[in-house]
């Protein structure tokens, strides 16, 4: 019966050839098709960044914050990165911000922020992930959603909230979710919000959502990541 053993082997390698595979590791794989079938190249992080960055799909949670037609753009608005010295006007887009120009390698460079924000020098950014509970400036904390990462801004001397918010901020983190956490001054009082590159989910700091939150987390996170920190 060797003729018959002979002939399995013989079939079986047809079929792998037929089914476009080698057997091992270098098996084909094919990048996505276009509608008449041929292939596309995927898309670099980078360029899924820039379709993130202008995504106003009604659907994904959060404020839609167009920071192309505020900024100029789309990213990297014109320069590599978007860092600038000095003080920053986010008012066109609302506070607290959802991305766009920030501090950071630039000719006034101090290089990334300590941990202690008292500490910190003008010009730097990004900051250390984490939870604070004396605010950053927001140029500084911008640059951390360039970074991929989330930020809880809040305005509220509420300490039952603060510490809700705290916990969330944690798990996220244990999560391995890139997320800073600080008091912001500078937004309306008694306000809460939740930020990644342009999307924005904000609230009364008496009607913390938490599932809303948690939605916005899960939908958005690494969308957004130009640079590969994810």
Known sequence: MRWLATLVAALAIALA????????????????????????????AFDRSI???????????????????????????????PHQDGPIDYSAQ??????????????GWTGACPDDPA??????????????RSPWHAESLVHNMEHAGFVIWYNTPDEA???ELEAFALQQSENDVLIVMAPFPDMAPDTVAITVWSRRLAMPADAVDLEAM?????????????????
Request: a negative charge; proline letters at 17%.
């Open 161 to 163: 909230v603060r510490d």
């Open 214 to 230: 948690q939605e916005f987390v899960d939908v958005l996170n690494c969308r957004f990541d130009p640079e590969g920190f994810c």
């Open 119 to 132: 500490e910190a020098p003008l010009n730097c950014g990004p900051v250390p992930w984490g939870v604070y």
């Open 51 to 81: 379709a993130a960055e202008a995504d106003d799909d009604p659907s994904l949670p959060g404020e839609f914050v167009d920071l192309p037609a505020i900024f100029g753009g789309p990213y990297p608005f014109g320069t590599p990165p």
């Open 94 to 107: 609302g506070l607290p911000p959802a991305g766009g120009l920030h501090w950071g390698p630039s000719p």
């Open 17 to 44: 050839v037929a089914c476009g595979s080698d057997g091992g590791d270098n098996a084909d794989e094919t990048s996505p098709t276009a509608l008449d079938g041929t292939p596309t190249p995927a898309l670099s």
